[in-house]
Nanobody, 125 residues
Framework: DVQLQASGGGLVQAGGSLRLSCAAT????????IGWFRQAAEKEREVVSC????????YYKESVKGRFTISSDNAKNTVYLQMNSLKPDDTAVYYC??????????????????WGQGTLVTVSS
């Protein structure tokens, strides 16, 4: 049974940094694609970043390229989202999600099947 636990959100001033963590159980990163998503108030959920180790793909939403970095720690079975140069537009609830790699067809096309609870990121101006 795949379980994901997201943490690390908080309140930060514009220009600041946060690192989100997603602790995973019941999966290995070799067999699953992992994604970070966010949903701002009154907006649809959007994909922020994904990686699939099985085929080496890495995706970043255009507006976060150069500011956000996704990484993983196999020993801790944890995925991170390092967020730098944060902007008020980055304010949202952030979620991590997973899907078996064999079903991964790209960040914006894949239906992720396992979701963690969200962690709120608030960026003040």
């Amino acid at each position: 049974d795949v379980q994901l636990q997201a943490s690390g959100g908080g309140l930060v001033q514009a220009g600041g940094s946060l690192r989100l963590s997603c602790a995973a159980t019941g999966l290995t990163f070799d067999d699953y694609a992992i994604g970070w998503f966010r949903q701002a108030a009154e907006k649809e959920r959007e994909v922020v970043s994904c990686f699939s180790r099985s085929d080496g793909t890495l995706y970043y939403k255009e507006s976060v390229k150069g500011r956000f970095t996704i990484s993983s720690d196999n020993a801790k079975n944890t995925v991170y989202l390092q967020m730098n140069s944060l902007k008020p537009d980055d304010t949202a609830v952030y979620y991590c999600a997973a899907v078996p790699a064999k079903y991964y067809i790209g960040a914006t096309m894949t239906k992720f099947t396992s979701w963690g609870q969200g962690t709120l990121v608030t960026v003040s101006s």
